[in-house]
């Protein structure tokens, strides 16, 4: 009996989509480092700055901000830029030097080196988990891109957690596909602090007679017939009367059912194919 392919080509080229998100973002960590910050960037601790101060070579420094979120510059010392802008900051060092009457006029530019404090958590299946630095907020796509795409073992449902007003924490699922396909102001964006956990990919299971049984990745709204098509179909024993599925409930009892072609998977379902008898 022939058999439609097109469950095979939907399963097929989200997994493709999945590894082309992978592998477009291995370029991106390195485009994001040479986006210059926006101006709302805010300064904090670990940052580098390179400081000058226009007509006056002596003065140009290259320094990284304390934990208070101070500046040791030559002449004044100690000066508090943490939680400024660049143009703030320099507006704060230039008026340290004309107080101190070092300068009449001091024609400060503050520039960040390095992107050090303002930094997001990319943990789970990634190709490299990490603490990676922002200019600005980032979408979801964005810092899985900082940390190399997903890889081949993981989820496209991740786990975001944000910190909110008052230390008070939110965590919720995000889709990363429908991140990327997001419009403009649509997608979520995430800011310094923020931890964005990718889990392993949820897998079925597919014995009996199928062409070839094992584990698969469970892609979203997966349905019997399209695991079948995933599991190579069946053999010429096999019949789809007797496909049955061993689904482990939330108490951790397992029961078993006979399936029906349009319903939907479920992580670590267990499909079992059974034998014809006529």
Partial sequence: MARSTA???????????????????????AAAARTPAPEEYRLGAGDVLRISVYNQPDLQTEVEVAEGGTVAMPLVGDVQVGGKTRT????????????????????????????????????????????????????????????????????????VVQAGENGVTRSQEVDVNEQINAGAGKALLLRAGDTVTVPPAPVFYIY???????????VSNMTVMQALSVGGGLTGR???RGIRIERRGPDGTVKAYTARGPERLQPNDVLRILESWF
């Fill in 88 to 159: 703030e900051a320099a507006g704060v060092i230039g008026e340290s030097l004309k107080r101190g009457g070092f300068l009449k006029e001091a024609d400060v530019v503050v520039r960040v080196i390095e992107y050090r404090s303002q930094q997001i958590a990319v943990l789970g299946e990634v190709a490299k988990p990490g603490r990676y630095a922002i200019t600005r907020p980032s979408t979801v796509a964005e810092v899985i891109a900082f940390a190399g795409g997903i890889s081949p073992k993981g989820g496209y449902i991740v786990t």
């Fill in 238 to 240: 096999g019949t789809e």
């Fill in 7 to 29: 469950p095979v080509l939907g399963i097929a080229g989200a997994l493709l989509a999945l590894v082309a998100f992978g592998a477009q973002a291995q370029t991106a960590p």
């Fill in 208 to 218: 009996g007679e199928v062409r070839q049984p094992g584990a698969y990745p469970l």
